[in-house]
């Protein structure tokens, strides 16, 4: 009998859990799963849950500020997710400080020291930051501290490149809402290899091959199978349990679609951004740009649900 597709892509590609429930990271077995305030707002909503919000509200103490218990939240989600993965979760900083590099810095520390306190190495953890100039800076510093980031909402080339430069261990181009724009904006459809996000991935991972860049390339947020399977061989996938599910019901064969050695012959001229050229190329990209802005509101906005989640039931 033939392996599912999910095994099989497996082979290649490390799979990552997109979700804060349990119950489906125990089902698919991934290496690493990612969390964002969305999802953890989605999990905290849920009474399989409800513990973990009272918990964290008892950590923190009754005098803890809002911000306090969030982060108590979000380690307490982490840790228990460390207890299903064997690899790394990746835990994310407000994004209401994506255009604040020190409060950033700040703010990784804090949720480091509090993982360490729960006896976690920071080696398990990945500060999930939103990839601005002002985010590729602040984990540019904390990567020198042995912090590890995932730069996430990463929408352009630009931004790719300046987050190699800056040497974080990860970044997560945003698939899907790279589908979503160039659909909404053309009124066209896009399938398979002609997709444009999956061609958005393949330039950055043909890029970091071919000059040698040690920056991790996670493809995130997908629509379709299809999207994945063009994604094959792409160094890590973070996938909705909806999505895993139709993989592991299919046992359809699949191929490497991304290869390191064939990203070695590419005819691809190396590039540099500083913060001028940066900002002028984010510019021109009004993809990038819109979507980029756009995934900050929804993020500082489910933040903003998840306090008042927090607020009523200290009350």
Excluded at 11 to 29: C, E, I, L, N, P
Excluded at 115 to 133: F, H, N
């Amino acid at each position: 009998m033939s392996s599912n597709q999910l095994d099989q892509l497996k082979q290649f590609t490390k799979v990552v859990a997109d979700t804060g429930d349990f119950a489906s990271m125990k089902q698919y077995a991934p290496q690493d799963a990612t969390t964002n305030p969305s999802l953890i707002l989605k999990a905290a909503e849920m009474p399989d849950y409800a513990y973990l919000l009272d918990q964290a509200i008892a950590d923190a103490g009754a005098d803890a500020s809002l911000g306090t218990v969030m982060d108590q939240l979000l380690v307490l989600f982490g840790i228990e997710i460390l207890k299903i993965v064997p690899g790394r979760v990746s835990t994310e900083v407000d994004a209401r400080l994506s255009f604040d590099t020190e409060g950033t810095i700040a703010k990784a520390r804090e949720i480091i020291a509090l993982y360490e306190r729960s006896g976690i190495s920071k080696d398990r953890i990945l500060i999930k930051i939103a990839s601005t100039w002002e985010g590729i800076k602040a984990a540019e510093t904390l990567e020198k501290e042995g912090i590890h980031c995932n730069l996430t909402l990463l929408f352009s080339f630009a931004q790719a490149v300046a987050c190699a430069e800056a040497k974080v261990q990860l970044i997560s181009p945003f698939v899907g809402r790279i589908l979503d724009w160039f659909k909404k904006s053309t009124g066209e459809d896009y399938t398979g290899a002609a997709d444009p996000g999956v061609q958005s991935v393949t330039e950055i991972y043909t890029y970091y091959k071919k000059f040698g860049h040690e920056t991790e390339v996670m493809g995130a947020s997908f629509r379709n199978i299809g999207e994945i399977l063009e994604l094959a061989g792409c160094d890590l996938l973070t996938i909705s349990p909806g999505l895993l599910g139709e993989l592991q019901a299919s046992t359809d064969p699949i191929s490497r679609k991304l290869d390191p050695t064939k990203a070695a012959d590419a005819d691809v001229k190396q590039v540099s951004f500083d913060e001028k050229s940066f900002r002028l190329a984010m510019n021109e990209d009004a993809m990038a740009t819109e979507k980029t802005a756009e995934g900050i509101r929804g993020f500082a906005k489910d933040i903003v649900k998840l306090e008042k989640v927090i607020e009523q039931k200290r009350n």
